[in-house]
């Protein structure tokens, strides 16, 4: 199956990214990298997809969107998801 290949793909650079982040105290040591890595898979389909499929993201409206207004769309959805891992102070 495509999908399964392409997960994997993803996984390969993923979980040692998220992992080296970790040792280098940019992701919290208490994170669940296996819950991060979950969903960041089911992240990357849905901005892959959702410029071209109407009603797939009703929220911020990338359906037509050239790739560069998508970047900040984009960048908001990394910005939010960044305090959940950021290392406690």
Do not use: C
């Not at 982040?21 to 997809?49: H, M, N, S, Y």
């Amino acid at each position: 199956m495509v999908r399964d290949t392409a997960n994997q793909h993803y996984l390969q650079v993923i979980h040692p990214t998220l992992q080296l982040w970790q040792e280098k105290g940019q992701i919290r040591a208490d994170a669940d990298l296996e819950v991060l890595a979950t969903t960041i898979l089911a992240l990357l389909p849905f901005l892959a997809l959702a410029p071209y499929y109407d009603g797939l993201d009703p929220i911020h409206g990338l359906r037509g969107r050239s790739p560069a207004q998508q970047r900040p769309v984009i960048r908001q959805l990394i910005a939010g998801y960044r305090p959940m891992f950021a290392p406690e102070k």
